[in-house]
Structures are given as C-alpha cells and as structure tokens.
C-alpha cells in the first residue's frame, strides 16, 4: 500500500482533503446548534419525502386492487390475484400512526363500478329529530347505501343548525346537501280561507283523529303532495328513496333499487299498504272524479283501479275503500310528478283547498294518481325491504329466502301484511305479481 502511494502522492492529497472536510463539518455541528438543526431539517425532509412516495405506492397498489372489481361489482377471478397468504398480502399493507400495518382498505362505493341512475334520498326533516335520523341512515347505509353512494338531500322549512348538519354528514361517505323550503312551497296559497282551516284543525282535534289536527303537518301534506319533486336540490335527479327520521330497515339489499326501477319501467314502489281514515279526505274521491271526468284519457290503459275499488270495470262510480300506499316509503320517479298528467291533478286539489279545508295526506294523492296514470307493471311492492314506521312493520315471510342465510333480522310474525287494517290483499289481487308468499 505505501509503495503504491509512492507511485501516486496525488492519492495521499485527495484523502488528506477528504480528511480536514469531514474534521471542519463536524466541529461545525459541535459548535452551532442552528447547523445541526440544519441538518436534522434536511433529513426529516427527505424521510418525508420517502415516506410520501411509500405511501403513494401503497394507495396506487390499493386502487390496482379496486379495479379488477367485475361488472357486476362482485369480485372478478383477478381480485386480490396471486395473493394467498397473510405474507402475500404484506407488501400491499398501509403503516398506521402508531406504526402497526393494517390491511388494505377501500370504500365500498368507489370499488363498486356498477352504473347509477340519476338518484338520490329526500328527507322532510326538522333539526329536533337529528338522532332519530341518524338512526335511519346508518340503517339505509348499511343495508344498501355503502356500497352505492348516492347523495342525501335534507329539507326543511327552518334553516339547519350546523349540528344537525355535522351530525348527518357523520353517517355517511356520500354528498350531503341542504335545503330550504320557502313560503312558495310551505304556506297558505292565496285562495285559502285561513280561518276557515282553523276550524278544520279544531273540529279534528275534538274528534281525536290521528295526525290530521296540527298546522304544520297540514303544511307538510301539502308539500310533500306537490312542491319536493320542484325544489332546486331536487332537480338533478330522475328516482328518489323517501326516508324518515326513526325507520328501520331489517334486510340487506344486495342490488340497486334505482336502476331496478329503471330496467322495468317502474314509476312508484312501496312496501305497507294501508287503510287511510274517513274524517280526513271525506271529498278528495268526489274531487277526483271530476279531475277525470275533464281527462279521461289520463287514464291508465292498464290502470290499478281493482287496488281501491271492488268494481274496477265501474271505475271510480263504486266509491273509494281508502286503500293507499304509505309514503313514508317511497321509492318512485320524479318525472312521474313532474309530468303534465300528474301536475295537472296537483293543482286541481290544490285550488280545491282540501290539504287545508280537510287533511288530504300525500299517500293517498300520490296513491290515487299511481293507480289513474300508470298501468299495473310499473307499480312495484318491495317484498324483499323488511320496513317498520311507527307502528307498522313490514317483513318478509319466506324464511329460507330471506331469513334462514341471515339476510334480514326481522320476525316474520311481526309482519302486518295479513291485518284487516291492511291493504296487502287489494294489492295483491290487482298486480301482476300477485301474492309473493303464494309463490313456490
């Protein structure tokens, strides 16, 4: 080694350089705290950097993960391929804060490739009920909405708090918007005799009949008979799913209602059939009948008239039976109340003054004009949509279909479907369908 020194002195230079470089930058850190503190930045910055492009590789794995994801938004035969082991799975784990590695993740929704129709949730509610609707979200969430992520639209006639807003915002992975409901649409129309209402409230509030007696929830009829399906928030959308604060849902959903909908031409869909009370509609049926007798042909070719009357060849001379779908529960098309036929009956009701005068709900204007306008196929009982609203329960009979592999936690004699006071039977005698407990 000396010997070859001798031969080239230029290499004893270069180390003696090196040497005195490496002597000055460390007494240079010894002395100033401010280079050293250079130094730590310089290395934390590019760990940083390092630990950026890591996770970067991890996120860029997961996504090459989430799109082998098939059509039908079920696994393909190349999902998570080749992996077999817990060490196969390691080079595509994420390290945690507190450093652990944690498996891959994904949100439902995002793998979920499936086509959505133009769809959303519309809720009518106050800022008081904020638990009962988060309760109802993380049931419509679990059971169906993770894995599709359609939007929630919140309407109300007050301006939201930012609770309420936080606290729904919570529930889910999805767009969120909120919605105010101007005096157009939740107020007196100018025609309506105001005191006259007043007594109408009254007198029903002496005879104790049931959600009919309050101004507001004459208001909500009102509006929810005519103006949701107007709102701006609204507008986007072609299907909606009406949810209530305080439901619940029992059964998984493992397919998408919308685009059900859509593929078979379906305009309205529900699940609880019911009787709706004498004292508050005493005129809408005699109402209705002049509506049609001025449009006849708004009648439906293959119309659901059998569903509320027992002469449906009579059409609506025999009387109405007071069957209605329950709109607490609605899946249905909004360009169904945006059309002509169905606004036109609207706005006849609505000069008629009987969401004032008497307490014409929603379900059966909407009910009444499902079974004029539409023909029988596009009206659809969600059998498979185990369903409770206070106090009727909706659940499906079949055991080994729906109960027996766990798909909905519901007792099968809870159901109301068979109560006098349903109309599951008038239902069934007139659809297409028929009775799905009949089926083999």
Request: aromatic content about 16%.
């Amino acid at each position: 080694m000396l010997e070859s020194v001798v031969r080239r002195p230029q290499r004893l230079l270069f180390a003696l350089i090196a040497f005195m470089v490496v002597l000055f930058f460390t007494t240079y850190l010894s002395l100033s705290s401010w280079g050293s503190e250079q130094v730590r930045t310089h290395f934390e910055t590019l760990k940083a950097a390092f630990n950026k492009n890591a996770t970067q590789a991890a996120v860029h794995a997961q996504n090459e993960i989430a799109s082998t994801i098939s059509i039908g938004g079920q696994p393909s035969q190349a999902f998570m391929d080749g992996i077999k082991t817990i060490d196969d799975l390691r080079k595509y784990a994420v390290k945690g804060e507190d450093g652990n590695l944690y498996p891959p993740t994904f949100v439902p929704s995002e793998v979920n490739k499936l086509p959505r129709a133009k769809a959303g949730f519309i809720v009518l509610v106050r800022n008081n009920e904020l638990e009962d609707m988060r309760k109802s979200m993380r049931d419509v969430e679990d059971r169906f909405n993770r894995k599709y992520g359609y939007p929630w639209i919140f309407l109300n006639n007050e301006p939201f708090t930012e609770e309420f807003k936080q606290g729904v915002k919570k529930m889910t992975r999805s767009e969120v918007r909120f919605g105010f409901i101007g005096p157009e649409m939740w107020g007196y129309p100018d025609w309506i005799d105001q005191t006259r209402a007043a007594e109408s409230r009254k007198k029903m509030a002496e005879e104790g009949v049931i959600y009919g007696w309050s101004e507001s929830y004459r208001h909500m009829c009102r509006f929810q008979s005519g103006f949701f399906w107007r709102h701006n928030l609204t507008m986007d959308l072609d299907y909606y799913w009406r949810v209530e604060p305080g439901i619940q849902l029992f059964c998984d959903l493992d397919y998408d209602p919308f685009v059900f909908m859509e593929l078979n031409d379906k305009k309205y869909g529900f699940t609880i059939s019911l009787h709706e009370y004498v004292k508050t509609i005493p005129t809408l049926w005699d109402r209705t009948k002049e509506f049609m007798k001025m449009h006849p042909d708004y009648l439906a070719k293959d119309h659901a008239l059998h569903f509320m009357t027992d002469e449906p060849e009579r059409l609506l001379e025999p009387g109405y039976n007071m069957c209605h779908f329950w709109s607490n529960f609605e899946i249905a098309d909004l360009r169904f109340w945006r059309g002509q036929k169905y606004t036109e009956y609207f706005d006849y009701l609505d000069k008629a003054g009987g969401f004032f005068y008497e307490r014409w709900g929603d379900a059966p204007v909407h009910s009444i004009a499902a079974v004029l306008f539409l023909n029988r196929s596009q009206i659809h009982h969600f059998n498979d949509i185990g369903y409770f609203h206070g106090p009727w329960t909706h659940c499906p009979l079949n055991r080994p279909k729906f109960h027996d592999n766990g798909k909905c936690l519901c007792n099968p004699e809870d159901s109301a479907d068979y109560n006098d006071f349903m109309c599951m039977k008038e239902w069934w005698r007139t659809s297409i369908e028929g009775d799905p407990n009949q089926r083999s």
